[in-house]
């Protein structure tokens, strides 16, 4: 193998390298990445280009015609979720591995709800392309144990799941036991990509290290996928976890950057660091709300519902979007 030129290159020789994405141009650009991964918020600034006018327009059409077999959920709901199949869809040929789509923020307290949103979605991949590979859908999912109690459920079903907005090792555990194909620690609280001028002093690149560590440990499945990073160091420093998703512009400026400009040593380098020890919540939904809400005094749980505020918010300006274009 050729020595890395770039830090992009560096980090994908260690770590497998996902797009958090929705703009098909930019694996067309930096390179065939392996997963796609999105939310409700990349969906709405994506959507927001002229160039989805028709992507918004057929999305709705479909949304319509569907209508009758989807009856429990209201037309503009579904031509959001037609229409972040389709800009999946358009990724999928650019990457090699899954694409991922999250569910509607507002059932995130509600496990049949998110169970049968999750069913639609796939459902909708295989409506709209038949040769389509559903395997290729990963749905993402917001740990509250609601949420996990969904993803228990559609694993079984063989339905990939990736448990999103996490920020304690409970939801990591927990997460694991219900068998999700990845988790995604949210490195830095939401807020900093909304507010600006944020900084979140409590990242959780550590976090990202001690679920590996506890899932290697423990002979556990589950994948580790950090998000919602903000700077290039922040990204260099878990160089060797599993997977990690990076925005179009810091693929862009570690793409940039020479693989000698490297100035952090990876969290994963550190040969000291052991697991903590492993408990089980799966079958005990009270021992694990109190450990949740105990977990970092509080942070966690501010944090998660901090997340789902904001993405319910972004699901509201997503459905007017769609009202506005009817």
Sequence with gaps: MAPAQNLLQLLQSRTIVDCDTMDVEVPKTLGRFVDCTSNQAIAYFELQKPIHASTIESSLSMARSLASKFPDISATELAVEIAMVNLQL????????????????????????????????????????????????CIKIPSTWEGMQACRILEETEISTLATTLFNIEQASLAAEVRCRYIAPYVNELKVHFEAGFVDHNKAQRLCLQAQRLYEENGLKTQVLPASLTLT?????????????????????????????????????????????????????????????????????????????IFCDMQDKLEVMMKRSH
């Design 90 to 137: 358009a990724i999928s040929h650019h990457v090699s591995g899954l694409v991922h789509v999250q569910t509607n923020p507002y059932y995130s307290y509600d496990t049949p709800k998110t169970v049968e949103n999750a069913r639609r979605i796939v459902h909708i991949f295989k409506f709209l392309d038949s040769a389509f590979d559903t395997k290729r859908v």
């Design 233 to 309: 160091d922040e990204i260099m420093v878990l160089a060797g976890v599993h997977h990690i998703t990076i925005a179009p512009g810091l693929l862009k400026e570690l793409a940039a950057a020479p693989a000698s400009s490297l100035s952090v040593t990876s969290l994963f380098d550190e040969a000291t660091t052991k697991a903590l020890p492993f408990v089980s919540y799966k079958d005990s939904e009270a021992a694990y709300r109190i450990a949740f809400t105990r977990s970092g005094n509080g942070e966690g749980e501010r944090k998660l519902g901090q997340a789902i505020n």
